[in-house]
């Protein structure tokens, strides 16, 4: 994929200049420098020869193959050359040049119509706005960044050309070495499921480090991070967490899942990711590309002091990994060949006078424990210790077989450990709680790797009958659907609704509980009517008839006062379900990326301990039930203080039902059914009450 | 304070040895190269000179005086030279020499002697078992690291000397100056409350950065940090903070409360910065060291580029801190002075192509407007960048009068500019991020420098009712305070307790519950029994008389048949409390800092959210208000979802009021009261059940 850009045989500079400080001089100069193999053909109307190589006046005056064509020319220029480039036969573009999108209204019309002339050629565009492209195993750089850091394994995809230039200095000045450097700047074309699906394939690239601001098409962007995840790591650092979500929601769920809860979501089902920091993108960029995934959790600490193994033992049990037990052969060869005053437990401290025998035996015996998944090793500069001679000889122990991370921690006396160490293919990190952070991030993306294969429950339903109802709230110009609608379509999709009907009279209304038999709830039921219960709608636990009659009429004469514009359409009277813990599922659609579930359990637990998960739909029954597991409160649903648990199949059961719903329905836009009442075990849960948003209908 | 140690004028090394690589040679050669200017005196039995300095056999043949004697000695001579030292009028020791408290139970007897040779000759030891001590103002290298750092503002204190090896590295390596190097090893004589209270009085040391394992003296601790932060900083590494607690505790707060919790309560009380990682530590060292504090936690952001902007931004965001709104002034400065595509608002974004002087007035309008309390300036090596030129015109423009912080972000191309900040004083990281996290630390150590002065109410009590209660159980052996003295206590210190009494005869109770009027509460009393509803021990809201006998004649005949060997007292009858929040208060007393009390929602919020706050005794008004606002569940307090809040003053009074009785009765040891019901503002909290565990009486 994106052969003719990644890995072009020829490549046109439009625009390049023979002014050392220009743009276009610098991409060619970068190009010539970085020894491009094929020909290189720079475009500029009044030079003859730029670096010694011989120019073009027009580029359709070369005769040769163009595979790919830079264009650096001053913005009003650029589809002039976009259209000879296309006339040249090029067949992928970049357009490095800004003052499109990012400069307004104007430059957002340009920048349409320059994507739309590729467009129509079939020619890919990356950018405008970018920093460029380099191959590194292709000795390509074609971009203005003077910095070519070595070839190597990690594939940069980012949203900002200028972040990229502080990772290529970081890269240079390292000697980390890098596969692809991807600017996308504004996207009018290529974005990132293109150059992720492209990297996917691309077999120089170990891993993908991406910085992103924003994803443009969610669905794809899932699919592809996905399948590409199941072959090599991709970690991404998501900014714009904290902006203001801003989008009015009249649901729970609505009002709880912001932009960034979804990027969460799609993170984790497409496996992807997500650094904290900065530091911790490229932290984990160098560990993913240098070693092996961890097969588990456990990890063995050496050291050459006490402190040190202290920091890094605690870094891994807050983050969830073990300090793992070693095995008694292990500790009998450890302490055999080292000092009385050693620690032969994990971390094991060689001591400070240990030699680069002893240190390298440590990491050997780690290495070969059947109890250990990973290996951190740490080193501090006291005065018998020899950073470089330890660091070579650890890296003659090392057999790759298991992910082994270090940290020498100092500056200058360790400075020489450090280099033999990158160059050997070991990621080292100044402080210990930051090789632990890395580790993390592998076994985690090891366990996504072997999570069970997602299997999504099709339950057997009635589509026509909701089909029916959303129709005719459409038809009526209906955006909201009250309870009694609302119940009316889980029915369909066999949520277990307790028995009622709607009253339009007090008598009618006592018709129906005594049908029902007493205790019956009553609610207000109205199109109009969103929150029932604020206005006094809704009366519960009513046990004979004249409260049932005075429930009712007290309702629609106060709510009718209340809010006479609405449609009371009457009350709904309801056998009371049994008792029960109150939990909430919810739905709310999120722009980029679908149908995101909510859970969590009822009243103040949403409300005031805003004690949810969510979890992109559709949903298998293993992320239905780790949506359950994912909240704090979730010992109160197993069972605690006593009590017995719920039934938690229940709950899961009808978070999956709640999936095919809203993936069977795009219509609806938000849900909630608030609460759903869960029994003990082997108990169906009832829905007490639910509500949906639709769209297509204009708001009233 | 400890002025032979820090500043001697004179000083010993017993064991200097003529043999490089040998710790003996090291001190005396780091005491020679440093520099240090009075007289240095090496004891060798059998060299002349050593390093061209005179040697002596014995110490006491030494006829100048000794301020400070290093002990390099084997082991087992430590003693003897001690001795000698101290023969020779030595007014301070440093033993280097290790194989003490660290390899057993021998050492550490060796250990309690020489620290009893000291303490009987009124001389201060600092070791054994540590790396040395520098003061770098003082040119004074006792230590055998062989690398001196550059004098400067940061103070180390670190109970693992390896650790320092890593610091004195970083600092050497990046040029950062420090003022002392304490390695305290295994605090024999000397720790960090003796050293904190001496770097407290020490004009050179601007910040105190200390790595702990573990703390002596609680008490003292707490009252010499929070006297030395109160002038200068102190950022602290805790580390052991996940080691499992395992004290077995029978109270709700003991078994909260771990050992972590204590040094965190501690820490805040003492106004302590607690550094979360060790790269935490040194960046707010150097944060501390080189800048101003701000006076509020308004942040301004200047970037050459608009993605490390966003990574402050959400950085800022996320920790607590305030990405300020420009003055216009400042905006109209700015927009007159920089191209239109620049951002203005904040981040103020100069753009990849600007030049030092635009750069250099950004900082300078953030440093000038009125809404600013600190900067961040970020740059990215781009093609235009000149970050060396950029960081000096920066340092012309900064004027002490706001922290300024720095990330240039890169390795090679940013390298200079880095050493241009570096040397003018302004601290720079790698990230974003760890710049926001340094000036957070700085933020909130300035509102605790601020903060009102902490006055301790005392309220007026009985406590002579408390002594006879207490003496009752020490008396009869009991180590449980059962419901009835507890709440007997808890009436001494002007807690409302529901009216009561014990009945011990089914009618007696009717008699009881007829007086107190329906409906009253039902609890078993005896000493044997702590968890009463566990065993059917509690009945509430029982409304007539025959309830009142059932329940009487059920609860001691089936609790005696449980638990045939429990000394069943009666039953307490008890007016049933009005309704109201269910909130717990507790305390449990850590064996370093002290009662440590907890709040927390009853129920479920402790339980299984494990919602609850901590503080120290004793408190003040505003830290026991603290404690109920610190809690994931204020807002039920304050009231939610459309119900009235409670009286939060009375649970903040009855926290107070715990925190004297605990202080003024140290034997008690634990302290529950769970449930404290709470009503609306203006009701009084009433204590429905409670128990406390004394000390000084043996377990049954």
Redesign the interface.
């Known amino acids: 994929m994106l052969e003719s850009l990644l890995y072009p045989e020829s490549i046109a500079v439009i625009g390049a200049s023979r002014t050392p400080g220009k ?1 276009g001089y ?1 991409v060619l100069n970068g190009l010539i420098e970085g020894g491009f193999e094929g020909p290189i053909i720079p475009v500029n109307p009044s030079a003859k020869k730029i670096l010694n190589t011989r120019c073009y006046k027009d580029i359709r005056d070369y005769d040769g193959e163009v595979d790919l064509t830079v264009v650096v020319v001053p913005t009003r220029l650029v589809k002039e050359a976009i259209v000879g480039a296309i006339e040249a036969g090029t067949k992928a573009i970049i357009v490095i040049t800004a003052g499109f999108k ?2 307004g209204k104007e430059g957002a019309e340009l920048e349409k119509e320059i994507a739309a002339v590729c467009r129509n050629a079939g020619v890919r565009m990356m950018g405008p706005n970018v920093l460029g492209l380099m191959n590194l195993h292709h000795k390509m750089n074609a971009s ?4 070519t850091p070595e070839a190597g394994g990690i594939s940069i995809i ?6 990229i ?2 990772i ?3 890269a ?3 000697h980390f070495g890098l596969a692809k450097m991807i600017s996308m700047g504004n996207k009018a074309d290529l974005n990132e499921v293109d150059f992720i699906r492209a990297l996917g394939e691309d077999d120089d690239t170990k891993v993908i480090v991406s ?1 992103l ?1 924003s994803i443009d098409e969610g669905n794809l962007f899932i699919r592809a991070a996905e399948s590409v995840a199941s072959k090599k790591p991709i970690v991404v ?1 998501k ?4 902006e203001a979500g801003g989008r009015a929601a009249s649901s729970h769920t609505g009002s709880l899942a912001g932009a960034d809860v979804a990027y969460g979501a799609a993170f984790k089902r497409a496996g992807v990711i997500r650094a904290e ?3 911790h993108l490229l932290d984990c960029g160098i560990a993913f590309a240098m070693q092996p995934l961890p097969e588990g959790n456990r990890v063995a600490v050496i050291t ?5 193994g ?2 890094a ?3 891994i ?2 983050c969830g990994l073990v300090v793992t037990k070693l095995t008694d052969e292990s500790i009998n060869e450890l302490e055999s060949n080292l000092p009385e ?1 050693a620690s032969t437990a994990n971390p094991i401290d060689v001591l ?1 006078d240990a030699g680069p025998e002893e240190y390298a035996m440590a990491v050997r015996i780690a290495q070969a424990d059947a109890n250990v998944d990973g290996i951190i090793f740490l080193l ?4 018998m ?1 020899k950073p470089k001679e330890m660091a070579e000889a650890v890296t003659q122990v090392i057999d790759g077989s298991k992910p082994v991370l270090a940290s020498f ?7 020489p450990g450090r280099e033999i160490l990158t160059s050997a293919g070991i990621p080292q990190y ?5 090789a632990v952070a890395a580790l993390k991030a592998m076994v985690d993306y090891h366990a996504w790797r072997n999570r069970p294969p997602r299997i999504v429950t099709r339950f057997p339903v009635n589509r026509r009958r909701v089909e029916r109802v959303l129709h005719r709230h459409v038809k009526l110009g209906y955006r909201e659907i009250g309870e009694v609608s609302a119940k009316e379509i889980l029915r369909a999709y066999d949520f277990n609704i307790p028995e009622g009907h709607v009253a339009t009279s007090a008598d009618e209304a006592v018709d129906i509980a005594e049908r029902l038999g007493y205790p019956v709830a009553m609610k207000i039921t109205s199109p109009d009517i969103i929150h029932k219960s ?1 206005l006094g709608g809704v009366r519960i636990n009513l046990s004979g008839p004249s409260d049932v009659m005075d429930a009712f009429d007290l309702m629609m004469l106060r709510i009718g006062r209340k809010v006479p514009e609405a449609d009371l359409q009457g009350v709904l009277v309801e056998k009371m379900a049994d008792r029960g813990l109150e939990v909430i599922l919810g739905m709310s659609r999120d722009p980029q990326f679908g149908p995101m579930l909510m859970f969590g359990l009822g ?2 637990f949403v ?3 805003k ?1 949810v998960t969510f979890h992109l739909a559709p949903l298998t029954a293993e992320e239905a039930m780790q949506m359950l597991v994912g909240t ?2 979730y ?2 649903l197993k069972g ?3 009590q017995s648990g719920v039934d938690m199949a229940s709950i899961a059961a009808g978070l999956q039902r709640i999936s095919q719903l809203v993936t069977d329905f795009p219509e609806i836009i938000e849900l909630d059914i608030n609460p759903l009442i869960v029994g003990k075990l082997g108990t169906e849960a009832v829905v007490a009450d639910a509500r949906m948003t639709i769209s297509g209908v204009d708001e009233k």
């Open positions: 743009v610098a990012e400069t203005f960044s003077h910095v980012s949203q900002s050309g200028a972040l230039t502080s290529l200095d970081w240079y000045g390292n910085y601001e650092l900014v714009g967490t904290t920091t900065f530091e050459n002091a006490g402190g040190p202290i920091i033992a605690d870094a049990e807050e005053a400070g501090t500069p006291q005065a210790t921690m100092g500056v200058k006396e360790v400075g100044f402080s210990p709680e930051r604020d009243g103040i409300e005031v301990m004690d704090r409160s010992a109160l605690a203080r006593g």
